[in-house]
């Protein structure tokens, strides 16, 4: 009787719904292990199944919903199992469905797992803005082509370098604009999003297509609920911080409803008047001008500011009209205006020289490896153009339906966006081109679910036009003014694609083929494989091996005789190249995923992509420490296919639940390793910068990256801390530094007090950037006869925002 009393010991039980909390009547459940077993939700999505104790591999299938396959870890009686399933027009890149027993983990059998920042741990650690989050990401890299200050535009890259070569998507709706080929994150505030999902890699079975081989960051905006929430918040804090948000989500009979306001305004760190010079490493001449004199230099009392002004809003409508067809419809708007005017009017420094303020003494050493250099005659003054002012304008729209279509769905997705700069004052990189970027996409697929496999076929139409407006800003060394002129730029794409995955007992095999055709360089096919292997019945290990490609930017492609506009801060003319084709990449993966229990669990992973034709700019004139220096007083730069580069490194992530202590562990690490090989001489990534040698990381790339967050609540009060730490050759071009930030409050019922505090520490903290006195950077410099060789370029040390302390006050219903 014993071993039939064991069989049948175990009453498992719980609900499937979608990520509105709404039920999911007539879900499969096939649960395979000590004993296999099929159950199928109610109406209101409940179930319950009798089985042996045990781990099982479960797998939850449901019409017009993507499957969820989990490892449970150990199932004992009473086990309370919760499913949600992504619909299969899921603003998500991957549809991946969230499966808890007994609100702890599962062992994600996912090929490439996601990495993935939910509103409550940002909400917990009182981040007003969404790369705060992505901070803690350890592949993801936040570029600063601008400064380090909060004005001035944050990017996002994956692994590599080149922030182009990552997708930037909401709700899976693509944002990358074709000037720089991403878009600005500074401004995205945390009040519009359910989540931040970053997917690593090249996944098989990803809803995006191949244009992308770093992967990619999702903000899910803030989704429809079941039931009816409201949250109204509003704080206080340093350098004239201000922020309110409103949030409130439900569902009227068959209409569900999200919608967000925000408004963030910041006084900043800097607000001062100060005398500044047009040019670095320029002695200070006001005067007189004579053709063979002195070139002007001569200081001006310059107000310099770092206000924010940024205003958001999103409304997202979903109506179903049953479990399997829906329609929505989204809409999200950013406006921003900054003050950059502290920002790109940095502080002239020395290599070798600490800087004691303007004018001061420079007891200047000289490096062995630049023997010709000299002191700054400008040291410890602010260098730049003066005045200089940001408009930003993000408008995203989005209409999708979900309807059966004989045995399986069909989804349809229409959406537009605009992504506009306005930018006033002397460019100190292309980041600071006025430009409107409008896109267009029509989408269509249709799939079809089975209890072992699912597969889905589609494609799209885009069409994007880049309206771009050179408006000249000084120029150095006197030259003289061009006009200001303008470019309209237009592609159109047509993209398709099929996918597929089968289960074969506990290996699960996936794959996908992807075509795309551009009108400005013509057709491009990739293809994706991966596997996922149980060994054991906790462990997984996966593998994925494919190929992306990263198509040439509309602004890339603009050729202009005489060069886009003027010299930029670095006296570069920039000049794009008609005949740029796009770079490709074939990526490997290995990954193993351990479910050490159901409160603690880890993912490794090791990846490898290999590229080619890898687009890089090229300086005809060959190198300098400064181009001002040449004989014409600036040089040409002009994007090209050159050499190849890897990006390789390794990926860790371990999370645990202390139920005890009502703690929640997060801890990542990261070690990216990129570098070119195959090159010419005088080239530098369009982002990072740099010149480039062969087998040397790319500048802007940390080796190393981690964080750790924990996050605290009991009875009421709550605490949460995060650390984020960047290596050598970080985007700061400082020393290896850490970050912490904090927040710690109490809930009163329906009102909560929280106090959250950022760089809490003053890490790599200042109000300007400091010209010259980065980290060097081993680059080629052009010696006799243009022979080049080896030495340090200087970089420019860029540094962020200070401590800073906010009083929060919220209010939920």
Wanted: glycine share 12%.
């Amino acid at each position: 009787m014993l071993p039939l009393l064991v069989a049948a010991c175990c009453l498992v039980g719980g609900n499937v719904h979608n990520p509105a909390g709404a039920p999911i009547a007539q879900a499969q459940l096939t649960f395979r292990g000590p004993k296999s077993a099929t159950v199928s939700t109610d109406a209101k999505g409940n179930f319950s199944v009798s089985i042996p104790a045990g781990k099982y591999n479960l797998t939850v299938v449901a019409k017009g919903y993507a499957d969820a396959t989990v490892n449970t870890g150990e199932l004992s009686d009473g086990a309370r199992i919760s499913v949600t399933l992504e619909p299969s027009d899921t603003p998500k890149l991957r549809t991946i469905g969230q499966v808890t027993v007994n609100g702890g983990y599962t062992l994600d059998r996912s090929v490439i797992p996601v990495m993935d920042v939910s509103r409550a741990q940002m909400d917990a650690l009182g981040y007003s803005q969404t790369y705060e989050a992505l901070e803690e990401v350890p592949s993801v890299v936040l570029q600063h082509p601008d400064s380090g200050a909060p004005t001035a535009p944050m990017v996002a890259s994956l692994r590599g370098p080149d922030p182009s070569e990552a997708m930037i998507t909401l709700d899976g709706q693509q944002l990358n604009d074709g000037n720089t080929g991403d878009v600005d994150l500074s401004e995205f505030a945390v009040p519009a999003f359910n989540s931040i999902n970053v997917t690593e890699g090249l996944g098989p079975t990803d809803l995006n297509g191949s244009n992308t081989f770093g992967g990619a960051v999702n903000f899910v905006s803030l989704r429809p609920t079941e039931d009816e929430h409201f949250a109204l918040s509003s704080s206080i804090g340093s350098f004239d911080t201000t922020q309110t948000w409103l949030n409130t989500t439900g569902t009227i009979g068959k209409l569900g409803y999200a919608l967000a306001g925000n408004d963030f305004q910041q006084g900043g760190l800097v607000n001062e008047n100060a005398y500044v010079v047009p040019d670095n490493n320029t002695p200070i001449y006001c005067g007189p001008v004579t053709k063979s004199g002195p070139v002007l230099n001569c200081p001006t009392l310059t107000h310099l500011g770092s206000t924010i002004a940024a205003m958001l809003g999103l409304v997202n409508l979903d109506y179903n009209f049953s479990q399997r067809s829906d329609v929505g419809f989204r809409v999200f708007t950013l406006g921003d205006n900054r003050d950059e005017s502290s920002a790109v009017n940095g502080i002239a420094g020395n290599p070798t020289c600490v800087f004691s303020g303007p004018g001061a003494a420079c007891d200047f050493a000289q490096g062995k490896d630049e023997p010709n250099e000299v002191a700054n005659p400008v040291y410890g003054y602010n260098v730049g153009s003066g005045s200089a002012s940001f408009a930003q304008s993000i408008r995203a729209y989005d209409a999708y339906s979900r309807t059966p279509l004989g045995s399986g769905t069909l989804t349809a997705d229409v959406f537009a966006d605009d992504d506009n700069v306005d930018f006033v004052g002397g460019a100190v990189s292309p980041y600071d081109i006025s430009h409107a970027d409008t896109r267009y996409n029509e989408g269509l697929s249709w799939g079809r679910t089975f209890d072992e496999s699912e597969f889905a076929f589609g494609g799209y139409a885009r069409q994007e036009t880049l309206d771009i407006a050179n408006v000249p800003g000084p120029r150095p060394y006197g030259l003289p003014q061009p006009p200001s002129s303008t470019a309209s730029l237009s592609q159109s794409i047509n993209s398709y694609f099929f996918r597929g995955a089968q289960q074969f007992g506990s290996l699960r095999l996936s794959g996908g083929l992807y075509d795309a055709n551009y009108s400005t360089f013509g057709n491009t096919l990739n293809w994706r494989l991966g596997l996922s292997q149980d060994l054991g019945s906790s462990s997984d290990v996966h593998f994925s091996v494919g190929t992306g490609f990263r198509a040439p930017l509309l602004f890339e492609r603009y050729f202009e005789p005489g060069g886009q506009g003027p010299p930029d801060a670095n006296c570069v003319i920039f000049n794009g190249n008609p005949n740029e084709r796009p770079e490709h990449a074939t990526e490997y993966e290995l990954g193993f995923s351990h479910l050490f229990s159901a409160t603690s669990d880890l993912d490794f992973s090791l990846y490898r992509s290999n590229l080619r034709d890898t687009i890089e700019n090229y300086y005809p004139d060959g190198g300098a420490k400064s181009f001002c220096d040449t004989p014409a007083g600036y040089a040409y730069e002009i994007p090209i296919n050159i050499g190849n580069a890897v990006y390789e490194g390794a990926e860790a992530r371990y999370k645990e639940l202390f139920p005890r202590q009502n703690l929640t562990m997060v801890l990542s690490y990261g070690l990216n390793v990129a570098y070119p090989y195959a090159l010419g001489p005088w080239v530098s990534n369009p982002t990072s910068g740099g010149t480039l040698v062969d087998d040397e990381q790319f500048l802007g790339v940390p080796q190393q990256q981690g964080s750790a967050v924990f996050i605290w609540a009991l009875h009421g009060w709550h605490a949460s801390t995060g650390l984020t730490f960047a290596g050598n050759n970080n985007t700061l071009n400082q020393r290896p530094y850490t970050t912490v930030d904090g927040a710690v409050g109490k809930n009163f019922g329906r009102i909560d007090l929280t106090i959250a505090g950022t760089n809490i520490f003053n890490a790599v903290s200042g109000p300007f950037t400091l010209y010259d006195a980065g980290v060097p950077y081993r680059g080629l410099y052009s010696g006799t006869g243009s022979a080049p060789y080896l030495a340090n370029y200087p970089t420019n040390a860029l540094f962020i925002q200070p401590a800073s302390i906010r009083f929060i006050v919220t209010l939920h219903e």
